[in-house]
């Protein structure tokens, strides 16, 4: 009997699998196109990068064996870390479309499965996690390639994920997983009865290994009943709804609780629920988010209409405070199809407690191991070329012409690493560097793919800002909306809100998700000020006389400008905040106008009550003086200079502390107990006919003994 028909059913924990000899890969005829992705001059094939033929159904498209909607789905390293942390009976496929061993057998493991009751759902987990080169397994080469840190902040190597995966298998199992070699293909169940059991009360009752050495002379079906003896219960589904609710909650958790610290401006000090059954109930009704693997992503990149993709992070506590948000707008404005969530970390990012505590998060890296978006690693050409897909377009590094990602071309580091900037005229160059979170629209039919972005761009200018929020900003706490704003100067250009407050940077973020997330929208959202502008006029409306314009208390930092109107009609460049009575304006009423406007915001225009008319002015106004001894039961006088021309009478209104005086309208006070302790101020207002009511005040008082 051959090594492909050796198979062990087990009730308990313990799993023999019979040894994996390493073979050499035989071709498949028909294998899909980067079937021998490890290109060299005697094999030229495309890599799993390379531009081809695609539709929206991975599976479908690199494997001949499958045709149409399958019961396999391809999962990350972080979504396989998931489901062996859960609870339930789920079938677990270790291979890839680079595999002659996959491409040969995985048709017949479909079959199989379509005829076994209540199988709908067989993960699917490459062990190259670029489908190229990135063998996981191996614990030399490229397995000892480090990039960026764990969770637990010890240096990432690539062999870490294999080692991260095999310890949440059953103690029993770990040599024959260590052993697995990558070239063959292995189908198994694992079962764990409760959330909480640790990995010795887990189980894998049933295994099946398809060799790569067998692929010559196996014919269809010749193992089907070996296959089907790993189908035993029905397959537990552990979807995309469970696995972000639980890794973003736990990491968002993790960072808002701050240690225990209490809360600050951009940490809330308590549990998060970020993604809440509230909002999408306990089956994750309109949730759209799908974690995918770079392969899965190229496959998006190659397939035709538009797509929405968001590069995100769960440690990233600025991916935190926005996911929860682009779920909720895609539920909300209905959007058809998947917002494809790719992170640029393909490690261990996140370190979780065992037992009761499953679901906590112990510690996290933002920018965890093996991280794809950094010029220092050699996995950023999986970053770069998931950008060239998106030929020339717009993010904050680019427009600022500030950094890069280099990168060795298709990952050989023996050949020199591409490291000339975006913006230059090199032959080869550099990745534009994109912030994370990062979500656009693409679309690979048009001449500039990226045909939608999640962009702020700067007020009045041609650079832009990526939203950089923390879960505070949005929530629109009060230590948040405390926080003053930050320009991107002085070294605050990490936190680039472009004269926006906080909580006003986030909530512009919010509404412009519609840019990306709303189906049907021709043009991108206009936002909206909260506050208009209130404008009124300061100064008195006479012959020679200064006006000044105040805009009111306004939101969203904008641009003002202004507008004079004298008599209902407006005068010719008065367009700035102060204005100067003119001889002919005499006789008529004045107003101003006050715009604000802000790229990408409506612009608003309110315009002031009227002045009286204008009227002449006095020549000489001097400030009245008070006379008299500033104590209780005394009585003060305003004393009147010379005024030009002299007024018919003034009016009179006395003050204390710079408080009305009820009553105290005449020429002199007598001081009462109530002034007791304040100074005391006079104003004056000449009356004369045809001229200005100008009024004057006088200097205070000592304080009233």
Not at 335 to 363: E, H, M, R
Not at 494 to 503: E, I, N, P, R, Y
Not at 544 to 568: H, M
Not at 622 to 628: D, L, N, S, T, V
Request: net charge positive.
């Amino acid at each position: 009997m051959s090594k492909a028909k050796k198979i062990v059913n087990r009730l308990a924990c313990a799993l023999l699998v019979a040894a994996l000899v390493v073979g050499a890969s035989a071709a498949v005829p028909g294998a899909q196109s980067f079937l021998g992705a490890r290109a060299d001059a005697a094999n030229p094939t495309p890599y799993p990068w390379s531009p081809r033929a695609a539709t929206l159904d991975y599976i479908d498209d690199v494997y001949d064996g499958i045709s149409g909607p399958s019961v396999f789905e391809d999962v990350t390293a972080e979504r396989l870390l998931d489901i062996l942390s859960s609870a339930g009976d789920y079938y677990i496929l270790f291979g890839g479309p680079q595999n002659a061993s996959t491409q040969k057998i995985i048709g017949d493991i479909a079959s199989e499965a379509g005829e076994a009751p209540g199988i709908t759902k067989i993960y699917h987990f490459n062990p190259l996690l670029d489908g190229y080169q990135l063998d996981i397994t191996k614990t030399d080469g490229v397995g000892l390639w480090a990039g960026g840190h764990r969770g637990d902040m010890k240096l990432e190597k690539l062999h870490d994920v294999w080692t991260d995966i095999v310890g949440l298998l059953p103690p029993g199992v770990d040599s024959e997983v260590a052993d697995y070699d990558s070239d063959d293909t292995l189908l198994f169940r694992f079962h764990k009865n409760a959330r909480t059991d640790l990995p010795a009360q887990t189980s894998v009752p049933a295994t099946y290994t398809f060799y790569a050495e067998d692929v010559d002379w196996y014919d269809e079906g010749d193992d089907a009943d070996s296959i089907a003896d790993v189908f035993g219960p029905p397959s537990s589904v552990r979807s995309d709804y469970d696995f972000f609710k639980r890794v973003y909650n736990g990491n968002a958790t993790f960072f808002n609780l701050n240690g225990g610290r209490g809360a600050t401006a951009n940490r809330t000090g308590k549990a998060e629920a970020i993604i809440s059954d509230s909002v999408f109930g306990a089956s994750g009704a309109g949730f759209t988010l799908h974690q995918v693997t770079p392969q899965e992503l190229f496959n998006v990149l190659n397939a035709p209409g538009e797509h929405a993709i968001l590069f995100a992070s769960a440690p990233c506590h600025n991916t935190q405070a926005i996911v929860g948000e682009v779920a909720k707008r895609a539920k909300a404005n209905g959007f058809n199809g998947k917002v494809y969530v790719y992170d640029p970390a393909l490690g261990g990012a996140t370190i979780w407690g065992t037992g009761a505590q499953i679901d906590t998060v112990k510690s996290s890296a933002s920018t965890g191991g093996l991280y794809t978006r950094n010029s220092n690693y050699n996995f950023s050409y999986i970053y770069a070329n998931i950008v060239s897909y998106f030929k020339q377009f717009v993010t904050e590094n680019y427009t600022k012409r500030e950094s890069r990602i280099d990168y060795y071309p298709n990952g050989d580091i023996s050949r020199p690493k591409v490291a000339a900037d975006p913006w230059s005229g090199a032959a080869q160059k550099s990745a534009i560097r994109l912030q994370v979170p990062f979500l656009l629209g693409y679309d690979k039919s048009k001449a500039a793919p990226v045909v939608k972005r999640w962009i702020h761009q700067k007020n009045g200018l041609s650079t832009y800002s990526e939203y950089m929020l923390d879960l505070t900003f949005v929530q629109g706490t009060a230590l948040a909306r405390a926080l003053p704003v930050e320009d991107g100067k002085a070294g605050n250009d990490s936190v680039d809100t472009d004269g926006l407050q906080a909580v006003e940077f986030a909530a512009e973020a919010v509404r412009s998700l519609d840019n990306v997330l709303k189906p049907g929208l021709a043009a991108p959202v206009v936002h909206s000020f909260t506050r208009a502008p209130s404008p009124k006029i300061a100064g008195s409306a006479a012959v020679g006389r200064k006006l000044t314009a105040a805009a009111g208390a306004l939101s969203q930092a904008p641009s003002v400008s202004y507008q004079w109107y004298v008599g209902g009609k407006a005068v010719k460049g008065a367009s700035s905040s102060a204005y100067k009575v003119k001889k002919s304006d005499l006789g008529k009423k004045i107003k101003v106008a006050v715009t604000i406007s802000r790229t990408g915001y409506k612009s608003v225009t309110a315009a002031s009550a009227q002045t009286a008319k204008v009227a002449k002015a006095f020549a000489k106004y001097p400030a009245p003086k008070i006379k008299g001894t500033a104590k209780v039961g005394k009585t003060l006088k305003a004393a009147i200079g010379k005024w030009s021309p002299k007024p018919t009478k003034f009016q009179y209104q006395w003050y204390a502390d710079g408080k009305k005086i009820g009553g105290a309208t005449k020429s002199s006070l007598k001081l009462k107990k109530a002034q007791k302790g304040k100074r005391i101020t006079v104003q004056a207002t000449p009356v004369k006919k045809g001229y200005e009511k100008y009024s004057v005040v006088s200097k205070a008082t000592k304080k009233v003994k």
